[in-house]
């Protein structure tokens, strides 16, 4: 009879036990482990607990934490990230004394591959998925005090509430570890950590190597990273005190979804869940372009990023090897001009800067800026001070008692520090922290006044001049049927998220003139920031440009449809009050051409980068022809129009004179031939003829500009009167491929792929289209190792082509911007 009620007994709890499980409860104890399969979802419906496999295994299995609601599984946390389980075997368990065990097989007396330990013995243990994506073991009963959190071994991401830091008491350190790629949690080869000597700051690392730092926190944001400012999406804090230093963030609003992520390139960013797009956003990336890059110029060098080269001596210091600086090796840093004299030196004020790296420093949060001064006045080795808190007018003594490193200037989100010199150098530049920058700057406003009237002048003209070419040109042909045919002014067509006409006139200065940072094919480019401190670049149409309007509306429509690493991507658009704005994410670095153009520059485009470069255009371009949805002739590739990310990846952008085509007319004859000159293809520019092998010929264009540094347009070589096509053809012919690399790259290349890369673009711009090859056929050579077929002549490789068709033109303009319009014969 016993015995019955005792089965009984236990069919019932085992009843209960699956019951609970499937409907997903937050907690489980020493009696319910987890199987693979079983999930445990927090009480809010946030996250899950469980186990995965990345996308690009099937048998590697890991416990991990993710969103419940957002599909793609964002794994935010992983237990054994190094030590995955092979097969569906795993079992999650938390024993008597409250430490978690995973084990590789259900076997619970099994080896555990992973293991939690509780900061203290407990009595009757329970773990439980909190709604912060926290796993926590604690007693049963009391829900505040944590005997272990998975908050405390944070992988790649920071979720609110967590903490980046450590604890001075105990030693115990929380830092972010990358992981090896997208779909491979295992730990990568980048942290972030806060470096708590001298002044803290938080240190991103590859390896031992540090490659990117915040800066000291300064009372408001750390000092070089300006877009941590008050925005409603989250609020954050930094604290030291004898106890702790931490970094961690709360969300303004719980419905919310965002995280900072250490991804597996080192580049730190906040993602945020956009629902209306149904995808992670990046609301910012901390390494905001070259100037971030870890002591990039050296000791006592300054970097800014609006100068060229971006590395720069402060005053009174030089280079300290000048061949190397000059060629744009700026890792040796300045060196003072005049040696300090300890006892007769004073200060140069700075303002506007990133803080130099605080290792070793000394800090005193009391201390008064008279105060500081004196004090580093009376030590010899202190090389420049600063305030540790800029608010209510500064507070707080910083020292440095080393060479100054990685200082970059911020303009407007900078911060004061002063810098130690010997005394005839602050008489000689007239500068010292009394009389300051005040007649130098007058000199620039001047300056800038005369130099913007005059640009004023010139767009005002040029205005005219386009307003007039454009009228004649419409009274001559009628206006485009083909665009108005195609295009409706309904702003619904656009399918995009809209931007207040508001928040964008507040992002970028009320489009001030200073915040200008391109032209684009309709329109200046802004750069602005939002009020949440997201960075855009803001593409405007200018308002009184009709066929502008057509290249809007068509940029708009087709890049809302695309996405793919390699073209910009569209965040929204603005039409509002007679505005036609789009909204892009910025892109740094700038464009190709400015780089692989300048002389300077382009030692900082090594061949790896390079190969990349190439690789990753051609990728583009076979999405927008082959893979994309609406399958998309570009029409005006050129150099100008590859955008470069912080990791110098290219991004094709300005698609207003793209074009759709459908199977059936994959070659299309237009009245209007739109692009720029030296990527034109001869069929397109004589006879108006398009196709996805007009664009094949402007890559192999670009290709070989990539490889020689040099623009085809305005080639010229003392041999000979051919263009750089003719020229790379010419080289070819004679077995001397070489000799078209660009110098500055031909120690880092590796002379096969060049050869490759040369033979390929030489394929592309045959004269004949059907010779070149698709898109798809160049990804593949580009990537394969065998043989490639033998070119045949190229295309427009004498000068004269150019002159023929330029006569054709009412065009006038000799410098790279697209061209309107020729008309066809
Ligand atoms: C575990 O929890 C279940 C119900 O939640 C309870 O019946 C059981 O007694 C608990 N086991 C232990 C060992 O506390
Ligand atoms: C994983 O298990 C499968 C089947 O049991 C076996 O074939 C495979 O070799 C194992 N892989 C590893 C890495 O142990
Ligand atoms: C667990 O923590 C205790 C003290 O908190 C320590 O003595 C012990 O070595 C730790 N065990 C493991 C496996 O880390
Ligand atoms: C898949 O992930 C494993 C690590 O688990 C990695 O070694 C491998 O290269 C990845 N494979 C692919 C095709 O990405
Ligand atoms: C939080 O966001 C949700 C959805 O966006 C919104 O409905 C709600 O009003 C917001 N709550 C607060 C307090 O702002
Ligand atoms: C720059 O110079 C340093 C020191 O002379 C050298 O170690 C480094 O390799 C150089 N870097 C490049 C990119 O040439
Ligand atoms: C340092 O400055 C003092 C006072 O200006 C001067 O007397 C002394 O000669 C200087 N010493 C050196 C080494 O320049
Ligand atoms: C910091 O500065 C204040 C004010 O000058 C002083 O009273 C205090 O002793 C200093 N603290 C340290 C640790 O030097
Ligand atoms: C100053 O620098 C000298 C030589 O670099 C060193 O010997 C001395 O210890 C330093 N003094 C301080 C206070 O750091």
Redesign the pocket.
């Known amino acids: 009879m016993g015995c019955c009620w005792a089965h009984a007994l236990f069919f019932c709890s085992s009843v209960f036990l699956a019951i609970t499980q499937s409907t997903a409860v937050d907690t489980f104890n020493s009696s319910q482990p987890i199987a693979d399969g079983d999930t445990i979802v927090s009480a809010g419906d946030t996250f899950v607990l469980g186990f995965f496999s990345p996308r690009n295994s099937s048998t590697n299995r890991y416990l991990g934490i993710w969103y419940r609601n957002i599909p793609g599984q964002a794994v935010v946390w992983v237990a054994n990230r190094d030590n995955p389980i092979n097969g569906s075997t795993g079992l999650l368990t938390v024993n008597s004394q409250g430490n978690l065990a995973l084990l590789s097989s259900l076997d619970e007396d099994g080896p555990s591959i992973w293991s939690s330990n509780s900061s203290r013995p407990a009595r009757n243990p329970v773990a439980q998925l909190l709604d912060s994506g926290n796993l926590v073991v604690r007693e049963a009963g009391d829900d505040d005090n944590f005997l272990w959190q998975s908050f405390d071994y944070p992988c790649d991401t920071l979720l609110p509430g967590m903490k980046l830091g450590l604890d001075r008491r105990t030693g115990f350190d929380r830092y972010l570890t990358s992981s090896k790629a997208a779909d491979d949690p295992s730990s990568g080869g980048f942290t972030y950590r806060i470096d708590p000597r001298g002044y803290p700051e938080i240190i991103q690392r590859e390896g031992s190597t540090e490659r990117y730092r915040t800066g000291p926190w300064n009372g408001l944001r750390f000092s070089g990273t300006p877009y941590l400012r008050p925005n409603p999406i989250y609020m954050f804090q930094f604290v030291v005190s004898d106890q702790e230093i931490y970094y961690s963030y709360l969300l303004d609003n719980t419905s919310t979804v965002s995280r900072l992520v250490l991804n597996p390139n080192g580049v730190i960013q906040r993602l945020t869940w956009s629902g209306d797009t149904q995808g992670w956003v990046v609301y910012v990336t901390a390494q905001m372009d070259f100037c971030d890059r870890y002591a990039l110029c050296g000791a006592y060098g300054r970097c800014n990023i609006r100068s060229s080269p971006v590395c720069n001596c402060l005053r009174g210091f030089e280079p300290k090897v000048p061949n190397e600086w000059e060629l744009v090796n700026w890792s040796n840093g300045c060196v003072r001009q005049t040696a300090l004299n300890c006892s007769g030196d004073g200060f140069v004020k700075y303002s506007g800067v990133k803080l130099p790296e605080t290792r070793r420093s000394w800090f005193n949060v009391s201390m008064s800026l008279e105060e500081c001064r004196g004090n580093c006045l009376r030590?010899?080795?202190c090389t420049a001070y600063a305030n540790i808190d800029i608010r209510n007018g500064g507070s707080g003594c910083l020292l440095w008692?080393s060479e100054l490193i990685d200082i970059r200037e911020l303009e407007d989100s900078g911060q004061d520090i002063y810098i130690r010199m010997a005394a005839s150098e602050i008489e000689a530049t007239g500068d010292s922290e009394t009389n300051s920058k005040s007649s130098t700057r007058k000199q620039v406003i001047v300056l800038s006044v005369v130099l913007s009237a005059g640009l004023l002048l010139i767009c005002l003209a040029l205005i005219f001049f386009l307003r007039h070419l454009r009228q004649k040109r419409q009274r001559e042909m009628g206006g485009d049927p083909e665009d108005n045919a195609r295009f409706s002014t309904n702003k619904d067509d656009l399918e995009l998220p809209l931007f207040d006409i508001a928040a964008i006139s507040v992002a970028t200065n009320n489009f001030s003139l200073s915040n200008v940072v391109g032209e684009g094919g309709f329109g200046p480019v802004y750069k602005g920031v939002l009020k949440d401190g997201q960075e855009i670049a803001v593409k405007r149409l200018s308002k009184d440009s009709k066929q502008g309007l057509g290249e809007f509306k068509n940029e708009a429509k087709h890049i809302a449809k695309l996405q793919h690493r390699n073209l910009v991507k569209l965040l929204g658009c603005c039409i509002q009050e007679e505005e036609m704005i789009l909204v892009y994410e910025l892109m740094p670095n700038k464009s190709l051409d400015y780089f692989i153009f300048n002389e300077n520059q382009s030692m900082l485009l090594d061949w790896p980068t390079r190969y990349q470069i190439i690789n990753g255009i051609a990728r583009g371009i076979l999405y927008l022809h082959q893979d994309s949805r609406l399958r998309i002739i570009h029409r005006d590739l050129k150099a100008g129009n590859i955008l470069l990310d912080f990791e110098m990846n290219p991004k094709i952008s300005d698609f207003g004179l793209a074009r759709s085509f459908s199977e059936s007319d994959s070659k299309t004859n237009t009245r209007k031939v739109v692009g720029t000159y030296g990527y034109m293809s001869p069929e397109y520019a004589i006879d108006g003829i398009y196709s996805v092998k007009s664009d094949v010929f402007s890559f192999g264009v670009m290709v070989l500009e990539i490889v020689s540094g040099k623009r085809n347009r305005g080639f010229s070589h003392p041999d000979h009167q051919l263009n750089l096509l003719g020229h790379a053809w010419k080289l070819y012919q004679e077995g001397k491929y070489e000799e078209v690399i660009d110098n500055t790259v031909r120690n880092s290349c590796d002379l096969e792929q060049v050869f490759r890369s040369v033979n390929i673009a030489l394929l592309c711009i045959q004269r004949s289209p059907e010779d070149r090859p698709n898109m798809s056929s160049v990804v593949l050579m580009l990537s394969c190792e065998g043989d490639l077929p033998q070119p045949k002549e190229p295309g427009f490789y004498g000068e004269r082509d150019f002159v023929e068709v330029a006569k054709s033109s009412t065009n006038k303009y000799s410098a790279d911007i697209s061209i309107t319009e020729i008309e066809a014969r």
């Open positions: 030590s010899c080795n008692f």
